[in-house]
């Protein structure tokens, strides 16, 4: 059988049709000429994907996870110069502060036995940071500390820890299986062996982790140079450590 639409619900129908594609001035037709390209007043890019359906690192989908970064950890690092790690994760630190990603530290045995708490100049770059003090060597063993990170309601974990192979590998591997995406940017954590790191970074792969360079983060973060609004400070954090310039001189 087959059923006549009445003139009302055609148009209903085209209307719902038509609002329910975007408009030319919604998302504008870039097109280059002469390898230039010009752009509508005011343009800010491509609008952000839903947090559930980015495959990227993005300001509504992520969390920065810091583990255990305190001085008589970092004293036993030998995989990577001290200031270069201290450099790149201040980079991490300060891109998770500009975009407003939550943003956890956790330190080990400090409240049990008086252990060195996490580095001054890292702690004092978030002082709006979660702090979770532990005494399991696996961070996702520590109740506290699975429940910080679920109230985050991010799926996308960026973590490093020292050191690699233990603090952060174990975590790292838990947060796999428990369904969440973890980062490491490779480059801002380390272990007491050029071997230890290795092989802790081949076993998070082995589970799924993904690794990155610090640097991946800003840049995913941003996504695309026609969105002022952080622009700038982020523009600040690539100069002063990635390029190792004053941005004074520069920005």
Not at 141 to 150: G, I, L, S
Not at 170 to 180: L, T
Not at 194 to 199: A, I, Q
Not at 217 to 246: I, N, S, Y
Request: net charge negative; with cysteine; proline share 7%.
């Amino acid at each position: 059988m087959v059923t006549l639409l009445k003139p009302f619900d055609v148009a209903l129908s085209l209307t719902i049709a038509t609002t329910a594609l975007p408009t030319l001035a919604e998302t504008p037709m870039i097109k280059t000429v002469d390898g230039v390209a010009t752009y509508p007043e005011g343009y800010q890019g491509k609008s952000n994907l839903a947090a559930d359906e980015d495959p990227f690192l993005s300001p509504t989908n992520s969390a920065l996870i810091l583990i255990d970064y305190q001085p008589p950890i970092l004293a036993g690092v030998r995989n990577i110069d001290h200031a270069e790690l201290i450099n790149n994760t201040t980079g991490l630190i300060k891109t998770a502060v500009i975009y407003d990603i939550p943003i956890i530290f956790s330190n080990v045995a400090v409240g049990l036995n008086g252990y060195d708490p996490m580095i001054d100049e890292l702690r004092e770059l978030a002082p709006n940071a979660v702090f979770v003090d532990r005494t399991n060597v696996n961070a996702w063993e520590e109740p506290e500390f699975v429940a910080a990170v679920e109230a985050t309601g991010r799926t996308k974990l960026i973590m490093g820890g020292l050191w690699t192979d233990v603090c952060l590998a174990y975590p790292a591997i838990k947060a796999e299986f428990a369904g969440y995406d973890v980062y490491v940017p490779e480059d801002a954590v380390g272990s007491i062996t050029p071997l230890s790191h290795e092989n802790g970074m081949r076993r998070m792969i082995e589970a799924g982790v993904e690794p990155i360079t610090w640097n991946v983060v800003p840049a995913e973060l941003q996504r695309d140079h026609a969105r002022t609004d952080k622009l700038q400070d982020v523009t600040r954090v690539f100069v002063e450590h990635l390029f190792k310039v004053d941005p004074n001189s520069t920005c």
